[in-house]
């Protein structure tokens, strides 16, 4: 009989004392079943205590000697099937999973502290075991709506499906994981039966979570962590696909980026759930290298850290009073692995698709393949990977805890070292190793995801005190012209002469009479810091240019002095400002006002959407009924707001979607908020129902900084619409167009452009649903092909989706005229010759030989032709989805998914050029110079070339769906 060893040995008795004498000597008397049972007795007391009450997993363990065989999907599935087959209540349910999971984990834990499986084998049997169970909770869940709304599982009106995220999603659990999930719902309108599928997904996925985590005395199968779903926790439990698809690519933020790289179906629908993440491929990837997606996980990366107390990374004696080790946490942690993996995944994978690995181990293999990394740093990262992986485990396995941190106790740590098989070495060589591993993992990490704030800032302070000191020494020397040209020159300003006149100018507001002593002083004390931060800033020259006319502007006003001496990070945002963008500097210099909102920016909210911009606009007017003072509080509440975008827009923390998005939603909230005004301040205008629909760039919110609103109003509630009405609604419209345009010391407004109507200018302001219908009966091709981008932005629902399928009728449902390609050509000629003649050595981001228009006619061409069989995306508003949804079924010809990328790349460069230029509408054009000196996110390092391998790309399909060369166009 072997010998089972001492340690362990008390705990063993727990089991074995299940089992006859006869039966005893069988398992003792048989090497590895009693090494088995040691094992597990001396590492997993959590375990063998379980077992004690279920003498029947002991007996197929021990017995059965199930542990030296490995559990597969297939086996787990049709076992528990086989169990569950009589289950009629979830109690039953939760009974039935509950002992299955016990029986599987202990197999597996068995196995893994034997060595008898490898780190793959533990986290995909984990994976496995989990998503098996889920299917079972989901069976059930879904037999038990279709019981309660007495109709049969097919009648219920929906598909569920449950997506995996984080760990459950890599096929990464550890013992103790929380399994992240996504419970959405695809609508099934076929059934006529059915109650709202809402309430019936509410009701199946509440049943599913209590089944997997619901405590009951057998414990739990998995906990249920739903905060990845769409919008975090303020997010809905149940989804729909439309919605969530909707939040994604529309309000989708860079967590949820980093969470959908993981993400996988793992019950209901696995199609349909896979054919929702394929449509989310332009959400998580750019098809550039994402280098922002970097400073985005050192964001998380520093969330992570903030959320672990401040301790000590390393034990160094071991002794008990030092701190703990946090394998996952910790510097040089698990967590740091996986970050150095998503990092480069997700900056690579949108160029190269083979690198979307979801595994950690798998996606450094990728990166290693690929050449990314050394296949050194892939094997010594996985090599660190596995062992702290294995760590994790044995900590978690002895009391089924989710714990992560090394203990304190010399025995407890004695225990660890051995179940790590470092029996003859001891507790120093393990240590040795797991330190080894962790300052490996850091130091790989530093390089690629730094923590923010630490050396970089000393040196960054370093140098702001030698520009400051340079200044002074500047200010004091001014009348000596060489000396101050030189300084300035070192200083990094490459146009020093007018550099030298802009400092003169400054200087000169310190010469100011005795009464205004103060400011003198504060303009001394700020002088340093603000020409020093100019000098640092991207544009030096322009910086400086601008802080001259901004402090000239405000002369003696020390309130906005006092504001900067008491926010120093203020005057960092100011120089960062006033050296990237003309349009923002513009607003600021002509209305300082606005200068206190730039205060803690970088701590303001990142994305706003539609609902978070009301509620802090209306917080704005809280108790305001002078109607001159709240036109005076939304129009500051707009470029309050413009600030806060086009600033995180310049430090490159912001996609283009999100601009567009947030820069869209502003625009609706500023018009919702100035209709109700206009509407209060005319007599008989409130309660009219009146719907204001969005066209062009609003329409498709696209928005950029300089977009025109196009805007067509509509007048419902009578058949003809009622001639009093018309005409207040009419004044309403007039007003409200006023209100958004007037220029007003709180900043610029909109321009609105209502040019789209019926008979354009000559045309009523406000039109009727029948009107809109008659006139587009016989209405001209390119006024039809304005109207697919019409979207509702105000107004009672019912009218708005009224208007929208009259206008859908308009373009999908008449006779499409077979010279149409060539009158859409024509109309494109005439849109340059009439509004954007090109100018030599400039290139329109509008109209120059593909470029945006083309991209638009393309789309809308297409559109117009596939959108009367197809309806979805097809039919989308938005340009670059229409040619997405166009590219995926293979309408038009090859290429269409690049031309979206082109279409995005040239609309992030115009974005960018109007920011810093302050040029907008149909003239805006730049120089090739102008081009190549943009640098910002996502942008190639060489724009121009990008730029016009784009252009070529774009001129190419124009060809080919025109049948046209716009080369010669304008």
């Not at 086989?82 to 009629?88: E, K």
Request: hydrophobic share 40%; charged share 25%; net charge neutral.
């Amino acid at each position: 009989m072997a010998q089972i060893e001492k340690k362990g040995h008390d705990r063993s008795e727990i089991i074995l004392s299940l089992f006859p004498s006869a039966e005893r000597k069988i398992i003792t008397g048989d090497e590895p079943t009693a090494r088995a049972l040691w094992a597990l007795a001396s590492y997993s007391p959590a375990l063998t205590q379980a077992l004690a009450v279920r003498p029947e997993i002991a007996r197929w363990l021990f017995l059965n000697r199930s542990f030296q065989r490995p559990a597969s999907s297939q086996t787990m599935s049709g076992k528990l099937a086989a169990q569950a087959a009589d289950v009629s209540s979830l109690k039953e349910l939760q009974t039935c999973l509950r002992f299955f999971r016990l029986k599987e984990l202990t197999r597996l834990a068995i196995r893994d502290l034997t060595g008898r499986a490898d780190l793959a084998e533990v986290i995909e049997t984990l994976t496995t075991l989990a998503e098996v169970c889920l299917r079972m909770a989901l069976r059930f869940a879904v037999r038990s709506a279709a019981t309660r709304w007495e109709l049969s599982p097919d009648d219920l009106g929906l598909v569920p499906i449950i997506l995996g995220m984080g760990k459950l999603g890599a096929r990464e659990l550890n013992y103790s994981s929380d399994v992240d999930l996504i419970y959405l719902y695809q609508p099934d309108h076929t059934s006529f039966r059915s109650p709202d599928p809402g309430v019936v997904a509410e009701f199946i996925f509440t049943t599913v979570t209590k089944a997997m985590s619901e405590v009951t005395e057998d414990g739990l199968v998995f906990r249920v962590d739903q905060d990845l779903r769409p919008g975090g926790k303020d997010g809905a439990q149940a989804q729909s696909i439309e919605a969530a698809s909707k939040h994604y690519l529309a309000l989708g933020q860079p967590w949820e980026r980093m969470a959908l790289l993981k993400a996988r179906p793992v019950a209901g629908d696995l199609t349909a759930g896979q054919e929702f993440l394929d449509t989310l491929v332009p959400f998580i990837f750019r098809r550039y290298l994402d280098y922002t997606a970097l400073e985005e996980l050192k964001a998380l990366k520093v969330r992570f850290s903030e959320e672990k107390r401040i301790k000590a990374r390393r034990v160094n004696d071991h002794r008990l009073h030092r701190s703990d080790i946090d394998v996952k946490l910790d510097g040089g942690g698990i967590r740091e692995v996986e970050f150095f993996a998503q990092a480069l995944t997700i900056t690579f994978g949108g160029r190269l698709p083979h690198l979307r690995q979801a595994g950690t181990l798998d996606a450094l293999a990728a990166l290693a393949d690929e050449g990314i990394i050394s296949p050194e740093d892939a094997r010594e990262l996985s090599e660190a990977y596995t062992f702290l992986r294995t760590v994790e485990h044995r900590l978690q396995l002895r009391e089924l805890t989710q714990t992560q941190t090394l203990p304190r106790s010399e025995i407890a740590q004695d225990n660890l070292a051995r179940s790590m098989h470092f029996e003859t070495e001891g507790k120093k060589a393990f240590f040795d190793e797991l330190n080894g591993h962790m300052d490996l993992v850091s130091a790989r990490f530093s390089l690629l995801l730094a923590d923010p704030d630490e050396a970089e800032t000393r040196t960054s302070e370093i140098h702001q005190e030698d520009a400051e000191a340079k200044v002074r020494l500047l200010l004091e020397t001014l009348d000596n012209e060489t000396s101050s040209l030189k300084l300035l020159q070192e200083l990094g300003f490459k146009r020093q002469e007018a550099a030298l006149a802009a400092c003169r100018t400054i200087q000169r507001e310190r010469y100011l009479p005795d009464r205004l002593a103060r400011y003198r002083e504060q303009l001394e004390r700020l002088m340093p810091p603000l020409i020093a931060q100019a000098a640092a800033a991207p544009d030096p020259d322009r910086a400086l240019a601008h802080l001259e006319r901004f402090l000239t502007r405000i002369g003696p006003m020390g309130g906005f002095l006092l504001l900067l001496e008491e926010n120093p990070k203020l005057i960092y945002l100011l120089a960062t400002l006033f050296g990237t963008s003309e349009y923002l500097s513009g607003i600021l210099i002509n209305h300082p006002g606005i200068l206190d909102s730039l205060i803690d920016r970088r701590s303001a909210r990142l994305v706003k959407n539609r609902t978070a911009l009301a509620e802090d606009l209306s917080t704005a007017l809280l108790g305001e009924e002078d109607p001159e003072s709240q036109l005076s509080l939304i129009r500051r509440f707009k470029n309050d707001e413009i600030l806060r975008l086009g600033l995180y827009d310049i430090l490159g923390e912001l996609s283009l979607d999100q601009v567009q998005d947030q820069l869209t939603s502003l625009a609706e909230i500023t018009m919702d908020y100035t209709l109700a005004l206009a509407a209060e301040l005319v007599r008989g205008g409130q309660g009219l129902p009146l719907a204001v629909m969005g066209l062009g760039k609003l329409g498709g919110r696209e928005l950029s900084y300089r977009s025109d609103l196009d805007l067509i109003f509509a007048l419902g509630g009578y058949p003809n619409g009622g001639k009093a009405d018309i005409e207040v609604a009419v004044r309403v419209v007039q007003r409200f167009i006023s209100f958004l345009s007037l220029p007003l010391p709180e900043g610029p407004g909109y321009e609105i452009d209502s040019r789209l109507r019926p008979s354009g200018t000559y045309g009523p302001l406000v039109v009727t649903p029948v009107s809109l219908d008659r006139y587009h009966q016989t209405s001209q091709l390119w006024e039809r092909q304005a109207l697919l981008k019409m979207r509702q932005v105000l107004g009672p629902v019912n009218l708005g989706g009224r208007i929208k399928s009259l206008a859908n009728r308009a373009v999908f449902s008449g006779p499409f005229p077979s010279d149409a390609a060539e009158r859409i050509h024509q109309l494109r000629l005439r849109m340059t010759t009439e509004r954007g003649k090109l100018r030599p050595g400039t290139i329109s981001f509008k109209f120059s030989p593909g470029a945006l228009v083309d991209v638009e006619f393309i789309a809308q061409y297409l559109q117009m032709i596939h959108g009367r069989k197809y309806k979805g995306f097809i039919r989308s508003v938005s340009t670059k989805k229409a040619l997405l949804a166009l590219s995926n079924k293979r309408l038009g010809p090859r290429g269409l998914g690049d031309v979206a990328e082109v279409y995005e790349l040239m609309s992030r460069m115009v974005n960018r050029l109007g920011l810093i230029h302050a040029r907008g509408g149909d003239e805006a054009a730049y120089t090739e110079q102008e081009i190549d000196a943009l640098n910002l996110p996502g942008i190639p390092e060489q724009p121009m070339s990008a730029l016009k391998k784009g252009m070529d790309l774009v001129k190419g399909i124009y060809a080919e769906v025109f049948n046209q060369d716009i080369e010669h166009a304008g």
